[in-house]
């Protein structure tokens, strides 16, 4: 589980509580990345669930983090315009950019519009390249927060995709998936997410409790390769759950990944 300090899991007694948790964790790394490195890169999850989390941000930390230093990578988008409803980069605009003074010369949209989306995943791929700085092992990114589906999916890895194989490429596109919005993807890659200082997870609701389990360790023990299992990263992945989507651990298996206090 990393290599970094636990604790790994952090279980709170619902998504705000999950969510504050979390934004004191993100600003408390965002404050020691731009002190150690002038810069934080921090790679954005779309979804619903992170909503609490990016208002939490913006209005708890918008004048104690360091917005000026911040550069915001997003970690999937679909294949849509930028004020479609489905965008995962409206729903963060609307959440936390617009209410921040990151500059906006330092937040990378996914093109989602692009066609085919194997261009957009190519457009995207080259604001990567001067992040490795010449090195093919550093980091690219300070902190990556994701989330998972129902179906163990993050980004937009699904279960059975091919760009779960993809070991060269940092962004690939992906055909619509089975679940909603039935549009094409573009993604970040297990190799780019892995490319990361640390990730954060920030899962809730009963019915994400199987995959977790899957994921985690369930009372069996026994744990599934779902794609946000091969999620790894050059530090600590931790989860932040509410307690309905932490539901199917079993108390031993929450001991062995070094619990926090609950949130
Ligand atoms: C997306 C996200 C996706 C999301 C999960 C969970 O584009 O939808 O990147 O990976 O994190 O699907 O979505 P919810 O938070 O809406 O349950």
């Not at 989390?53 to 849509?80: K, N, Q």
């Not at 194997?118 to 001067?130: E, H, I, N, T």
């Not at 998972?148 to 699904?158: E, K, N, R």
Request: aromatic share 6%; net charge positive; proline share 10%.
């Amino acid at each position: 589980m990393g290599g970094a300090v636990g604790p790994y899991l952090r279980v709170a007694a619902d998504l705000p509580r999950a969510s504050a948790a979390l934004a004191a964790h993100v600003a408390e790394r965002a404050r020691a990345s731009a002190a150690a490195r002038g810069r934080f890169r921090l790679v954005v999850s779309g979804g619903s669930t992170p909503v609490p989390l990016y208002r939490r941000l913006a209005a708890r930390y918008r004048g104690s983090f360091p917005w000026a230093r911040t550069e915001v990578y997003f970690g999937d988008e679909r294949c849509v315009g930028p004020r479609h409803p489905e965008s995962n980069y409206a729903m963060v605009a609307a959440a936390l950019l617009e209410r921040v003074p990151v500059p906006r010369h330092q937040v990378h949209r996914i093109r989602g519009e692009l066609r085919p989306p194997a261009r957009g995943a190519a457009d995207y791929a080259r604001w990567l390249v001067p992040l490795a700085e010449g090195s093919k092992e550093g980091p690219l990114f300070d902190l990556v927060l994701l989330g998972i589906g129902t179906d163990g999916h993050t980004a937009s890895l699904f279960p059975g995709s091919a760009a779960l194989d993809e070991r060269r490429r940092t962004v690939v596109s992906v055909p619509a998936p089975e679940r909603p919005p039935p549009v094409p993807r573009i993604t970040l890659t297990l190799p780019a997410l892995a490319r990361s200082r640390e990730v954060c997870f920030l899962v809730a609701g009963p019915d994400k409790a199987d995959a977790v389990a899957a994921i985690l360790g369930g009372r069996g023990g026994s744990r599934v390769a779902l794609p946000a299992a091969r999620v790894r990263s050059q530090g600590p992945v931790r989860w932040y759950l509410d307690r309905g989507a932490a539901a199917g651990l079993s108390a031993a298996r929450r001991r062995e990944l070094d619990t926090g206090p609950e949130a």
